[in-house]
């Protein structure tokens, strides 16, 4: 089996209305039966800085609390620098949450970002790969998508 083919997509924010002074809505991410999740967290045109970027975690899908080391501005990137809440000249860029899942993290999975208060606001997109799956996805429902073509 090709590994990339292990791979589910779930989008927990889909591309939408510009988000100004409040809570980006984000959809949360079932882990069950995968080892790992990757946000992938895209920034479209913005006119002011988020003031939370984080990630949280919940048993039942209703009470959620963050999750250790993945709070922008106070976590160290993978390279060992600190963090930093993207601002508003960071347009178009890609901020990315790696977490392994494995029995270690709560079922439930979900973002939890926030704009600040900006003239337009900022477009926010929020992918999420759920790799290492105990069961490789054989539809396009499974894989998490509307269609899969194989090249």
Partial sequence: MIE???IGYGVSKFPGALVNNAAVTCTA???????????????????????ALKLTESDDNSSYSDVSGS??????????TATSLPSSTDDNKVYVIDVAVNG???RYLKPAITVGNGTNGAYVTVLALKSQNENAPSTSTAYGAAHVVRV
Wanted: cysteine-free; proline content about 0%.
């Fill in 4 to 6: 990339v083919q292990t």
């Fill in 29 to 51: 991410i079932d882990t069950v039966g995968v080892k790992r999740v990757t946000f992938v967290v895209i920034l479209g045109a913005t006119d002011i800085a988020l003031t």
């Fill in 71 to 80: 709070v922008f501005g106070t976590a160290t990137n993978i390279d060992g």
């Fill in 104 to 106: 270690m993290r709560k």
